[in-house]
């Protein structure tokens, strides 16, 4: 049976080239026969944790209401996968990912009524300089995620030299997202 696949994409940049990685990747994970839905992070208003610590007092998991206890809950309780394909802003993942990630911190808590049961995770990801260190920051904060969270990491694209709007087209890296969407099991 196919699996429940949220895409979270963090670029602003509307069909840039991490938007490209997940819609390849997406291509690839639908012919497999899986479901695949995108949560674009950064055309959301979510802001970071303020840790507060009261989680599910008002009913939601954040009190600091905002789009993560609506369209992002809902599409994270039903997910068996989630994909991150982001774009590397200043060595990291930009604060748009990084600011949904924090607010699931009110998910972990002995009081949240809602469990995430991703089991698994994918890493999408481009940067204009063409090194693979520029991956080294947002990786290793991803493979904590993982450890942290109890995900499997399924696999990465990691797309260095990729600048201008578009530039990814040209590369293999499409396919190589396409593929680990195939792959998935
Ligand atoms: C605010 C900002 C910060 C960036 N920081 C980095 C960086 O630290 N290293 C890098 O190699 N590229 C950096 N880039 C370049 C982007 O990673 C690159 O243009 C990427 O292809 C953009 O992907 P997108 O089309 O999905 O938005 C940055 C771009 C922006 C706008």
């Not at 390849?24 to 840790?51: D, L, P, Q």
């Not at 998991?61 to 996968?81: E, M, R, T, W, Y």
């Not at 030299?161 to 680990?180: D, M, N, P, S, W």
Request: hydrophobic share 40%; charged share 20%.
């Amino acid at each position: 049976m196919g699996k429940n696949i949220l895409v979270m994409t963090g670029s602003p940049r509307r069909h840039g080239n991490s938007d490209l990685l997940a819609d390849a990747f997406i291509r690839g994970a639908k012919e497999a026969g899986h479901h695949a839905e995108k949560y674009e992070a950064a055309f959301a208003k979510i802001s970071g944790c303020r840790a507060c610590d009261t989680c599910w007092s008002k009913g939601v998991p954040c009190s600091f209401n905002d789009d993560f206890n609506g369209k992002f809950i809902s599409l994270l309780q039903q997910a068996d996968v989630i994909a991150i394909s982001a774009p590397v802003y200043f060595y990291a993942f930009p604060s748009s990912i990084q600011a949904t990630m924090e607010k699931v911190y009110s998910l972990l808590g002995e009081n949240s009524p809602i469990k995430v049961k991703i089991s698994e995770a994918v890493l999408l990801m481009c940067a204009g300089e063409n090194e693979p260190e520029v991956f080294n920051g947002a990786v290793a904060t991803y493979q904590q995620l993982c450890r942290g969270m109890r995900w499997n990491d399924s696999g990465m694209v990691l797309a260095s030299g990729i600048l201008e709007k578009g530039t990814i087209v040209k590369t293999h890296y499409l396919k190589q997202a396409e593929e680990l969407g195939r792959r998935l099991i």
